[in-house]
């Protein structure tokens, strides 16, 4: 089956710990995505990805990391920089603009809290 | 102002009864509309694209009024099972991959 595999589901981080996200698609979809979602709040872009070694920051980028060296997978880091990580973070992916509809699929989530 | 609002609700509603959702956007040249549903701590997930005739899926009905630049979402008979946060998301506009969430209406739905 097509999808997003979001790991872990949960994640504990220390304080001064940076600590990795993983997002694996095998949609072949180009565009990949990381949002963050506090409670009560809507999605707020991180990073956002168009194609393979190329990456954006989003609106709150500032203490998080991305890579996108394969077109399958984009993972986010998130440093010791980030004072308040606590969130449910989710990651999306949409195929090439022209190549379907310009929807975002979801992957499950991971939630991180801080020890 | 919010590039995308919504009413974040409670909207509490008796099952059967019918329920409206509008989201208003302030960037005249967005292109893509979408209502996503999502449950407590789980991903969001579409519930369907919001095209300039309007568009139906069963007891959900989605519009979009450009000129006021707001989309709506009825949803007729509600059940138990709607009750979910529902979110507004609006493309930034054409040629870009940037999208836009509402912070999401809950409903309820009671028995």
């Known amino acids: 089956d097509g999808g997003i595999t979001q790991s872990p589901k949960y994640l504990f981080r220390k304080e001064g710990q940076n600590v990795t996200l993983s997002c694996e698609q095998n949609l072949n979809h180009d565009a990949m995505y990381w949002y963050r979602q506090d409670p009560g709040q809507g999605l707020r872009l991180i990073y956002y990805?168009?194609?393979?070694?190329?990456?954006q920051k989003g609106d709150i980028a500032e203490g998080y990391s991305v890579s996108r060296e394969k077109k399958e997978s984009f993972p986010l880091t998130v440093t010791s920089a980030q004072k308040n990580p606590t969130a449910f973070y989710l990651c999306?992916?949409?195929?090439?603009?022209?190549?379907?509809?310009?929807?975002?699929?979801f992957g499950s989530g991971t939630q991180l809290s801080v020890l | 102002r919010k590039e995308v609002e919504q009413d974040p609700g409670p909207f509490n509603v008796p099952e059967g009864a019918t329920v409206a959702f509008n989201c208003t956007y302030s960037n005249s040249a967005s292109q893509s509309f979408f209502w996503y549903r999502q449950d407590c701590r789980k991903e969001p997930k579409l519930l369907m694209s919001?095209?300039?005739s309007g568009n139906e899926d069963g007891r959900f009905t989605a519009q979009l009024n450009r000129a006021s630049q707001y989309i709506s979402l009825l949803i007729r008979d509600s059940k138990l099972s709607d009750s979910a946060t529902y979110l507004c998301v609006v493309n930034k506009g054409s040629g870009t991959y940037k999208y836009i969430f509402g912070t999401g209406t809950r409903l309820k739905v009671l028995a």
């Open positions: 990805s168009q194609i393979v070694n190329d990456f």
């Open positions: 919001v095209y300039s």
């Open positions: 999306a992916s949409r195929p090439r603009q022209g190549y379907g509809e310009e929807k975002l699929f």
